[in-house]
């Protein structure tokens, strides 16, 4: 398994040309506000206070750069759907969001984030979607598997494929996390390590 020894935090900015400029890859991590990024962040890097963890959704208003292992990024990104949020707040974030999704050539793939306790999202499957139309490459990570029996996410996640199997052929990589007893982080830091061998 891929071992964090070291994560730090690097830059927060609005516009994806102020992030490093090294040619490093970089991992975003994306979700529905008060999905629990920030606490999976925190469980994979095995650092507690790496990014902000908050009761209050939207926290997260940056692009926020972390170097892991002085070798890739970890890149943490606002949640999209946040409706508390003026309009104009949302749509700052969503173009900064866009333009990093879009142009950023270190993107080497997009963790989405989706809570693994609820039915599908019509926001969720819109965005997966969207990252499909632009060829974004993507991953998808169930979280807050603890807070549900086994039985009930399977439930979800067969709903969850069978609303996605409408728009694609072949199901983006799942998994399924839970940031309270460590489930999943293997097999994330794993896929990461994969990826980053198979890029050289």
């Known amino acids: 398994m891929l071992v964090i020894k070291q994560a730090e935090f690097v830059i927060s900015s609005t516009d994806y040309k102020k992030a490093p400029k090294d040619g490093k890859p970089e991992f975003a991590f994306i979700g529905r506000s008060n999905v629990g990024k920030s606490s999976l962040i925190n469980m994979l890097t095995g650092n507690k206070k790496l990014a902000k963890t908050s009761g209050t959704p939207g926290k997260t208003r940056l692009i926020n750069h972390f170097i892991i292992n002085e070798n890739w990024y970890l890149v943490d990104l606002p949640g999209y759907g946040y409706a508390r949020a003026s309009k104009k707040d949302r749509a700052t974030w969503e173009k900064f969001i866009v333009d990093y999704l879009t142009k950023c050539e270190s993107l080497i793939n997009l963790f989405v984030l989706v809570d693994a306790r609820l039915e599908p999202q019509k926001i969720d499957i819109e965005f997966i979607n969207w990252c499909g139309e632009k060829q974004i490459p993507f991953s998808i990570i169930f979280?807050?598997?603890?807070?549900?029996?086994?039985?009930?996410?399977?439930?979800n996640l067969m709903k969850f494929k069978k609303e996605l199997a409408k728009s694609w052929g072949t199901i983006p990589p799942v998994f399924s996390t839970s940031s309270t007893s460590k489930h999943g982080k293997e097999s994330v830091l794993n896929y990461i390590e994969e990826i980053l061998k198979a890029i050289g």
């Open 143 to 155: 979280t807050k598997l603890d807070k549900l029996s086994a039985s009930e996410f399977s439930r």
